[in-house]
């Protein structure tokens, strides 16, 4: 996939996409009332990269204007009109070690390319199952783990409210549970440049 740095570091695009990114509209994961056409495209974003802990899938409420690939540099340094292509901005929510991550892509139709990476500092509520966490309820089995710096981690009752306990939720460890929770969250040092640790501010 192609890195489109140069539309998120000139001021002139960077404003556009960061309200792209104020104004964006997030599905669940299984892309479930999203347009087909991101949703597609996100879906195979994840399946490329292996995703796993996605908590959401986004899309921009209208499409972006930008200029045509080739001619950036001279619509930024001289006055004539450019020419302008439609595309939308789309993102992918994660999990991760130390908190979420957000990637924003830019969907051209033809393709989609990577252009800007937020990284929120959060941690995971103790005794709250990854799968409550993302806000996947229904996947939930009703058991978390205990922190995994622990010499003996151990499942305990997880204490969201959605009702993952109840007995009509089959509540109780599946074959596979324990393995996939704590895998899922392995520490990830090369997720990519993190830009900042708060959501950007509208220069």
């Known amino acids: 996939m192609t890195e489109y740095r140069g539309y998120s570091e000139p001021g002139a695009f960077r404003i556009n996409i960061t309200a792209a990114i104020r104004s964006m509209t997030w599905y669940p994961p299984s892309g479930v009332g999203m347009p087909m056409s991101p949703r597609l495209g996100l879906q195979e974003i994840c399946r490329q990269r292996e995703l796993k802990m996605v908590a959401g899938l986004g899309v921009s409420s209208t499409p972006l204007e930008y200029p045509e690939d080739p001619h950036i540099p001279a619509y930024l340094d001289q006055s004539h009109d450019p020419i302008w292509a439609?595309?939308?901005?789309?993102?992918?929510?994660?999990?991760?070690?130390?908190?979420?991550?957000?990637?924003y892509f830019l969907d051209r139709g033809v393709e989609i390319g990577g252009v800007a990476l937020d990284f929120v500092r959060e941690a995971r509520p103790e005794r709250l199952s990854v799968m409550c966490a993302l806000n996947r309820h229904e996947e939930c089995?009703?058991?978390?783990?205990t922190r995994r710096w622990l010499l003996v981690p151990q499942r305990t009752p997880c204490v969201c409210v959605c009702g993952c306990r109840s007995?009509?939720?089959?509540?109780?460890?599946?074959?596979g549970d324990a393995a996939e929770e704590v895998e899922?969250?392995?520490?990830?040092?090369?997720?990519?440049?993190?830009?900042?640790?708060?959501?950007?501010?509208?220069?």
């Not at 439609?86 to 990637?103: C, D, E, M, N, P």
């Open 141 to 145: 089995t009703g058991l978390a783990w």
């Open 86 to 103: 439609t595309y939308s901005l789309i993102a992918i929510k994660q999990l991760i070690h130390r908190g979420w991550l957000t990637s």
């Open 184 to 203: 899922d969250l392995k520490p990830n040092d090369e997720v990519g440049a993190i830009t900042h640790e708060e959501p950007p501010n509208e220069e």
């Open 167 to 175: 007995p009509r939720r089959g509540g109780g460890e599946r074959p």
